[in-house]
């Protein structure tokens, strides 16, 4: 069945340092790989997304990067500010299916 | 992006007792999930439900337990049944969005505590 693995679970950076957060899947079918950010008490907000027919996306200073045939996709976040911190969830869904399969989270901390 | 609320946002109750959550949509939508979220964990599919059929339940989860109504298509609930300290999580509602209908919007939660 689906899986997707997220790496790191926790991830600490200096306020305007880069983050990186790596997702790896494993169902070839998958075609959309959202990301996620959840912040204390809320509940998920989708931030990015990207369909596989596209290898990279930006969006200020958020960048998804695809990679289909290593089956791993990543989340870019540069010049990172404290309220950058959250916990951020990736996402697989493949086609002709409804469910969304999550990664575990990575627990962002960004150090002013 | 849709707009989703839940009500209530969060509640202490009783084991045994049984809390219904309520999901509003501000349009009409054709899928509406329900997921658990236990403390620092990730989400886990608890059921699909579309309007005018029964709720597609997940491995692990029963309508006895988690029985599901969608009335319409902007409105759903979720009901904790018989519930004991394990049910104690966030409960999110979430929807697909308009535009392409893999994007999916998650609602506030409610965050449930069973003693």
């Known amino acids: 069945g689906e899986n997707v693995e997220q790496h790191p679970s926790t991830l600490s950076v200096q306020e305007g340092d880069s983050a990186v957060i790596k997702c790896t899947y494993s169902?070839?079918?998958?075609?959309?790989f959202p990301w996620y950010k959840q912040e204390l008490g809320k509940g998920p907000q989708l931030i990015i997304d990207?369909?596989?027919?596209?290898g990279e996306k930006k969006d200020q200073r958020i960048a998804v990067t695809l990679n289909k045939t290593a089956k791993h996709f990543s989340l870019h976040i540069t010049e990172t500010q404290p309220e950058d911190s959250a916990v951020y969830f990736c996402?697989?869904?493949?086609?002709?299916?409804?469910?969304?399969?999550f990664g575990a989270g990575t627990r962002l901390f960004v150090k002013a | 992006s849709a707009v989703i609320s839940q009500k209530p946002s969060r509640d202490i109750c009783q084991r045994g007792t049984s809390l219904t959550i309520q999901c509003q949509v501000d349009?009409?939508?054709?899928?509406m999930f329900w997921y658990r979220q236990q403390p620092g964990q990730s989400l886990t599919l608890i059921a699909t439900?579309?309007?005018?059929?029964?709720?597609?339940?997940e491995s692990g989860f029963v309508i006895d337990k988690f029985p599901i109504s969608r009335p319409n298509l902007t409105f759903s609930t979720l009901t904790v049944s018989n519930m004991s300290p394990e049910d104690s999580s966030i409960y999110l509602c979430?929807?697909?969005?308009?535009?392409?209908?893999?994007?999916?919007?998650f609602g506030p939660g409610t965050r449930l505590t069973v003693l």
């Open positions: 439900a579309n309007q005018g059929s029964e709720a597609t339940y």
């Open positions: 349009s009409q939508v054709t899928m």
């Open positions: 990207i369909r596989s027919n596209v």
């Open positions: 979430s929807v697909d969005g308009q535009v392409g209908a893999d994007t999916q919007y």
């Open positions: 169902d070839s079918a998958s075609n959309y």
């Open positions: 996402a697989i869904r493949g086609t002709g299916g409804f469910k969304t399969i």
